[in-house]
C-alpha cells in the first residue's frame, strides 16, 4: 500500500524529499554562519575547505561545512524515488544514464561553450553600458584556485543536484507533459529549492529585507525556467546526465569568475535572462513537445 502511494504520489515525493533533505542540512549552516561572521557559498566553501587542507578553518564550521556540502538533497531523492518506484531496473537505468559519457562532438561544444558565451554577451552588454569602458573584475576567489573551485562545483553542485532534476525528474516529469512545459514545472520547482541560499542566508546577514521577498523569487524561477528549458533540449538530445552534470558545474564556474566577479550590475543583470532568449529559438527551431523535433517513445528520448 506505502509503495502504490509512493508510486501515485512520486513526483511529490521527489521533491519533497529534495527540499527536506537540502534545507535540513543547510539552513543550520546559514544560522551558524551568522552567528560565527563567517560566509557559505559555492566559493566561500571552497576556501573553506583550502583552510581545512591548511589546518586554519574557522573553529567549529566543519561539520556546517560538510554537512552543508554533500547533503546532495534532489540526487538523493531522485535516487530513493527511482529505487521506490522502479527497483533495480529503474536504478540501472537511471546509472546507465549518469555514466553516458559518449554523445556526438557537438555537444560536448555546446556543453562547455555555451556558457561562456552567455558570459562574454552579458559582459559585452555590461561594457557598452560602462560608457565603452572596461569593466572591472574582483573575482570571489583567485584563479588559483580555480581547479578546487572547479572540483567543488562538479560534487556538490552538478553531482548533488543532477541526478535529481535532470536524472529523475524531467523524464518523469516528460511522460505525462511536453518538454516545454515539463521545464516550466522543473524549473520553478528548482528556483523555489534555492530559497535558503537566495533568501534566508542574504535575509540573516541582513541583506534582503521581506519587501524584496517576492521580486527575488519571481526572478529567480523565471530566470531558471528559461535555462532548465536550454537543458532539457540538451538532455533531450542526448540522454546524458553525465553531461548535464557537467555543464551545471562549468555554467556555476563561468558565472563565479565572468558574471559574479565583474564590477558592473549590468552584467549581473543580463546574465540570467539571455538562457531565455536561447530558450525561444529552440522552442521555435524544435517544437515545445520534445525539444528535438523527434517524437518521444515510451515516455523517454533518443539521443541525436
Same mark, same amino acid.
Given at each position: 500500500?506505502?509503495?502504490?502511494?509512493?508510486?501515485?504520489?512520486?513526483?511529490?515525493?521527489?521533491?519533497?524529499?529534495?527540499?527536506?533533505? +537540502?534545507?535540513?542540512?543547510?539552513?543550520?549552516?546559514?544560522?551558524?554562519?551568522?552567528?560565527?561572521?563567517?560566509?557559505? +557559498?559555492?566559493?566561500?566553501?571552497?576556501?573553506?575547505?583550502?583552510?581545512?587542507?591548511?589546518?586554519?578553518?574557522?573553529?567549529?564550521?566543519?561539520?556546517?561545512?560538510?554537512?552543508? +556540502?554533500?547533503?546532495?538533497?534532489?540526487?538523493?531523492?531522485?535516487?530513493?524515488?527511482?529505487?521506490?518506484?522502479?527497483?533495480?531496473?529503474?536504478?540501472?537505468?537511471?546509472?546507465?544514464?549518469?555514466?553516458?559519457?559518449?554523445?556526438?562532438?557537438?555537444?560536448?561544444?555546446?556543453?562547455?561553450?555555451?556558457?561562456?558565451?552567455?558570459?562574454?554577451?552579458?559582459?559585452?552588454?555590461?561594457?557598452?553600458?560602462?560608457?565603452?569602458?572596461?569593466?572591472?573584475?574582483?573575482?570571489?576567489?583567485?584563479?588559483?584556485?580555480?581547479?578546487?573551485?572547479?572540483?567543488?562545483?562538479?560534487?556538490?553542485?552538478?553531482?548533488?543536484?543532477?541526478?535529481?532534476?535532470?536524472?529523475?525528474?524531467?523524464?518523469?516529469?516528460?511522460?505525462?507533459?511536453?518538454?516545454?512545459?515539463? +521545464?516550466?514545472?522543473?524549473?520553478?520547482?528548482? !528556483?523555489?529549492?534555492?530559497?535558503?541560499?537566495?533568501?534566508?542566508?542574504?535575509?540573516?546577514?541582513?541583506?534582503?529585507?521581506?519587501?524584496?521577498?517576492?521580486?527575488?523569487?519571481?526572478?529567480?524561477?523565471?530566470?531558471?525556467?528559461?535555462?532548465?528549458?536550454?537543458?532539457?533540449?540538451?538532455?533531450?538530445?542526448?540522454?546524458?546526465?553525465?553531461?548535464?552534470?557537467?555543464?551545471?558545474?562549468?555554467?556555476?564556474?563561468?558565472?563565479?569568475?565572468?558574471?559574479?566577479?565583474?564590477?558592473?550590475?549590468?552584467?549581473?543583470?543580463?546574465?540570467?535572462?539571455?538562457?531565455?532568449?536561447?530558450?525561444?529559438?529552440?522552442?521555435?527551431?524544435? !517544437?515545445?513537445?520534445?525539444?528535438?523535433?523527434?517524437?518521444?517513445?515510451?515516455?523517454?528520448?533518443?539521443?541525436?
Amino acid at each position: 500500500m506505502a509503495r502504490t502511494w509512493v508510486v501515485r504520489h512520486q513526483l511529490v515525493v521527489f521533491f519533497l524529499l529534495a527540499y527536506v533533505i +537540502s534545507w535540513t542540512a543547510q539552513l543550520p549552516g546559514y544560522l551558524f554562519a551568522r552567528r560565527e561572521g563567517v560566509t557559505l +557559498s559555492n566559493e566561500a566553501n571552497t576556501a573553506h575547505f583550502l583552510d581545512l587542507a591548511g589546518g586554519e578553518l574557522h573553529p567549529g564550521l566543519a561539520p556546517y561545512l560538510f554537512l552543508f +556540502s554533500f547533503a546532495f538533497g534532489p540526487t538523493l531523492a531522485g535516487v530513493v524515488v527511482t529505487g521506490l518506484v522502479g527497483g533495480r531496473e529503474g536504478l540501472r537505468d537511471l546509472w546507465r544514464r549518469v555514466t553516458t559519457v559518449r554523445v556526438a562532438p557537438r555537444w560536448v561544444v555546446i556543453v562547455l561553450l555555451l556558457p561562456v558565451a552567455l558570459a562574454l554577451v552579458s559582459l559585452a552588454v555590461a561594457f557598452l553600458a560602462n560608457g565603452a569602458r572596461p569593466v572591472g573584475f574582483d573575482p570571489l576567489l583567485p584563479l588559483g584556485a580555480f581547479v578546487p573551485l572547479l572540483l567543488y562545483m562538479l560534487i556538490c553542485t552538478g553531482l548533488a543536484e543532477e541526478v535529481g532534476w535532470r536524472g529523475y525528474a524531467l523524464p518523469e516529469l516528460q511522460r505525462r507533459h511536453s518538454a516545454e512545459r515539463a +521545464s516550466w514545472l522543473l524549473g520553478i520547482g528548482w !528556483g523555489l529549492w534555492h530559497i535558503p541560499s537566495v533568501l534566508v542566508g542574504p535575509y540573516l546577514l541582513g541583506n534582503v529585507h521581506l519587501g524584496l521577498v517576492v521580486p527575488i523569487l519571481l526572478g529567480l524561477t523565471l530566470g531558471i525556467v528559461g535555462w532548465t528549458i536550454v537543458i532539457t533540449w540538451i538532455y533531450n538530445n542526448t540522454q546524458s546526465v553525465f553531461w548535464v552534470i557537467v555543464l551545471h558545474g562549468w555554467f556555476n564556474i563561468v558565472q563565479s569568475y565572468l558574471i559574479l566577479s565583474a564590477e558592473h550590475p549590468a552584467a549581473q543583470a543580463v546574465f540570467p535572462l539571455l538562457p531565455w532568449v536561447v530558450a525561444i529559438v529552440l522552442l521555435r527551431r524544435y !517544437g515545445a513537445r520534445t525539444l528535438t523535433a523527434r517524437p518521444v517513445r515510451d515516455g523517454s528520448m533518443q539521443p541525436a
